[in-house]
C-alpha cells in the first residue's frame, strides 16, 4: 500500500523559511514523480502545484509563483521529498501536500504539475505565515 507522511509545517512571519517533508513507502520511489501542491484556505480551493522532482533523474519543475524562493530536492536512501521554503509570503498560508505519480518520463512543467495526474496523496502540512 502507497503512504505519503508530510511533516514540516508550522508559522512563520514573513520573509522565513520552512522546510517540508514527504516521506514514502510502499511503491517503488525511483521511477516516479513526487510534487507538492498547495490548497488556500477557505472553501472549495482547488489544489495548486508548486514544485515536482523526477525521483530517478532528479529534474525539477515549478511554479512560476515560487521559483527562486522554493528548492525542491530528494534523497532516495531515505525515500524522502523535501521542499525548502524562503522568502514566505502570506500568500503562501494554507495546506500544503504531497503526492506522487508514476514517471511517465514526459518533459513538461504543466504535466508534472497538474493535480490530477497524481493518485496518491500524503495527508499534508499545514503553513500559515503571519504579515
Known amino acids: 500500500d502507497v503512504q505519503l507522511q508530510a511533516c514540516g509545517g508550522g508559522v512563520v512571519q514573513a520573509g522565513g523559511s520552512l522546510r517540508l517533508a514527504c516521506a514514502a513507502s510502499?511503491?517503488?520511489?525511483?521511477?516516479?514523480?513526487v510534487a507538492w501542491f498547495y490548497r488556500a484556505p477557505g472553501l472549495g480551493q482547488e489544489r495548486v502545484g508548486v514544485a515536482c522532482i523526477r525521483t530517478a533523474g532528479r529534474q525539477t519543475f515549478y511554479n512560476n509563483e515560487v521559483k527562486g524562493r522554493f528548492i525542491i530536492s530528494v534523497d532516495n536512501d531515505k525515500k524522502t521529498v523535501y521542499l525548502q521554503m524562503s522568502s514566505l509570503k502570506p500568500d503562501d498560508t494554507g495546506i500544503h501536500y504531497c503526492?506522487?505519480?508514476?514517471?511517465?518520463?514526459?518533459?513538461?512543467?504543466?504535466?508534472?504539475?497538474?493535480?490530477?495526474?497524481?493518485?496518491?496523496w500524503g495527508q499534508g502540512a499545514k503553513v500559515t505565515v503571519s504579515s
Open positions: 510502499g511503491f517503488a520511489f525511483r521511477d516516479h514523480a
Open positions: 503526492a506522487s505519480t508514476p514517471d511517465p518520463d514526459y518533459v513538461g512543467t504543466y504535466y508534472y504539475l497538474r493535480a490530477n495526474e497524481y493518485d496518491d
